[in-house]
């Protein structure tokens, strides 16, 4: 028994589209705890600074942010990682990939 290629393509194109749903709705939690605890830092900062200025006393250098760049984001296919894996599974799967079909 096979399934039906169209079948396929629509619980793929289901699939793909919750997927990137999820993906918003996890990114934006993220996004507004990160906004969130970055205001948290900024009157913090702002507080000792004043804080400092009242003992007289010269507040510390802040460490400077690292930039996103300096995280890489060198990803590797499971066929690179995992040889035997990717040598198993990739020519079972690839027929599949190439036999749907996409709107």
């Known amino acids: 028994p096979t399934l039906d290629v169209q079948y396929y393509s629509q619980i793929k194109l289901v699939s793909k589209e919750n997927m990137g749903i999820s993906l918003l709705k996890a990114a934006s939690e993220l996004e ?33 942010p690292v930039p996103l760049t300096a995280y890489p984001l060198d990803i590797q296919p499971p066929e690179a990682s995992c040889p035997p894996w ?18």
């Open 32 to 64: 507004q705890f990160a906004r969130e605890s970055e205001y948290s830092c900024a009157v913090m900062v702002k507080l000792m600074k004043s804080t400092f200025h009242t003992y007289g006393m010269e507040a510390p250098i802040l460490p400077l």
């Open 86 to 103: 990717g040598q198993r599974v990739f020519p079972t799967l690839e027929p599949s990939g190439n036999s749907s079909v996409t709107p």
